[in-house]
């Protein structure tokens, strides 16, 4: 009998099959250890990008920022608030020509539209017939305020003196404001401040200048004046009026230009107290973000994406601002009632989120006047695009603010947390930036400007931190 002949195809294909899982094991085994060591490099060269702490830049202290050609005037000018005839006339009109609209009703009794439609009722009904001009006028004056010239620019400020017995040491400080706000912001803590407290040896001078491109502060022809440049108008400011060492409190916009003062000035800054206590380096950002998706995984927390998702909701006026500043400055300089409104609703929004969500919408959480003032200074002096333009060079020039941001500061540092604030970090993460973080005050109650709604903590926990910034400077 013949023997079986070998089939070849069958063969073939058993080798083949064979063979194959060797080779992709081999195949494996050499591109496995290699992406592994790709990934490494790319997470070690991520690592240092992210925590590496660059070098200081140089800074130009004396950028001219006024019109080519002008020279400036040395001199210190005693200032006046004035709302004119012709100006309160041109409010009556746009307030007629609003008042005969037609009107759009919310859909419901929220603000989750934007601000309630009711609520803007009251608002201008309160404006038209119970804001009375004249006394708000010699309330915005009750403080002495002046203007000089720096770096091209006219810069106004408020500058109060206290009355100091023998015994009681005066301190400066320097109140930084934010946007939407002004230096309206500080006229309850200001009186605070320059009284005599018992608890204390020491008492406050108090300067709080009105930011560049800011109601009675002139705005720069040219582009560029981001904020670590304001921080450098802000300290030629106080060295002109003879202030070589200060303290610096903060809120908002405040806390970056005082976090840069503090970082490109340490040896004049005293100590820096602030109401928007974050980093805002971006490794610490990133840190504080995994932080938080961490704490809610697993309890009973808010959701991560509810607090994503509200934070959405809340800053798409950030990249309008950062974005086209002057058209949307336009819309708002053409309407008083259109003004209030975007203001009063960030105010609101950034004091309590669950307001949006009730019929009041934060009315009663703020006196009415107190806003109106608040907007009439920017409507008065027009000055609402100007102010806008500082959202959009902060981000042309973001490179340069996120190195000075990413910088540490020896600066002795007090943060001051509220209930309701944009952002909560931890101390650890503020002292990657804030390396003499000296303490923090945690409050159950308040928002993103408790100088307007909590003016009394706000003044004493300032007290308090310089006191701090005191015993830590006689330790040494």
């Not at 490099?41 to 006024?66: A, F, N």
């Amino acid at each position: 009998m013949a023997p079986k002949k070998k089939d070849k195809n069958k063969s073939t294909v058993g080798e083949t099959s064979g063979t194959a899982p060797k080779k992709c094991n081999i195949l494996c085994w050499i591109l496995v250890p290699v992406f592994v060591v790709f990934l490494a490099v790319v997470s070690y060269k991520c690592y240092q990008t992210l925590t590496r702490v660059p070098d200081m830049p140089e800074v130009e202290l004396h950028k001219w920022w006024g019109a080519s050609g002008s020279k400036a005037d040395l001199s210190i000018r005693p200032y006046r608030i004035v709302f004119s005839d012709s100006m309160q006339e041109n409010i009556r009109r746009k307030f007629e020509n609003y008042r005969s609209m037609t009107k759009v009703k919310s859909l419901n009794e929220t603000s989750s539209y934007g601000l309630n439609s009711d609520a803007v009722a009251q608002i201008f009904a309160h404006w038209q017939f119970k804001y009375k001009y004249r006394e708000r006028v010699r309330y915005l004056n009750k403080f002495d305020h002046f203007k000089t010239n720096i770096q091209g620019l006219d810069i106004h400020f408020v500058h109060v003196k206290p009355k100091a017995g023998p015994n009681v040491k005066v301190v400066p400080i320097l109140l930084l404001h934010g946007w939407p706000t002004s230096v309206r912001e500080f006229y309850e803590i200001i009186p605070k401040l320059t009284t005599e407290n018992s608890r204390y040896d020491f008492v406050f001078e108090v300067i709080a200048p009105s930011l560049p491109g800011f109601i009675y502060s002139q705005a720069p022809v040219r582009p560029g004046l981001s904020g670590y440049e304001m921080a450098v108008v802000i300290r030629n400011l106080m060295v002109r009026l003879g202030f070589k060492k200060f303290y610096v409190h903060g809120g908002d916009i405040g806390h970056i230009i005082g976090s840069h003062l503090a970082t490109i000035f340490p040896d004049q800054v005293l100590g820096f107290h602030t109401t928007f206590p974050i980093n805002f380096d971006k490794f610490a950002q990133m840190a504080w973000a995994a932080g938080e998706i961490w704490q809610n995984v697993g309890n009973n927390r808010q959701p991560f994406s509810n607090k994503l998702a509200n934070f959405l909701e809340e800053t798409g006026y950030l990249h309008l601002q950062s974005t086209k500043p002057d058209t949307i400055g336009t819309v708002l300089q053409d309407s008083p009632m259109g003004l209030a409104t975007y203001i009063i609703d960030r105010i609101f929004a950034f004091t309590d989120p669950i307001t949006k969500d009730l019929p009041d919408v934060g009315l009663s959480t703020f006196n009415a006047t107190d806003l109106i003032d608040n907007v009439m200074l920017y409507w008065s002096t027009g000055s609402i695009t100007t102010s806008l333009r500082l959202f959009k060079e902060n981000i042309m020039n973001c490179e340069i603010e996120h190195t000075f941001a990413s910088i540490p500061t020896s600066v002795p540092t007090w943060g001051l947390r509220t209930n309701n604030a944009l952002v909560h970090q931890s101390d650890t993460i503020l002292q990657w930036k804030f390396q003499n973080f000296v303490g923090a005050t945690n409050l159950d109650v308040g928002g993103h400007f408790p100088a307007l709604e909590i003016p009394d903590q706000v003044a004493d926990d300032i007290f308090k931190a310089v006191q701090s910034f005191l015993s830590l400077s006689k330790q040494k």
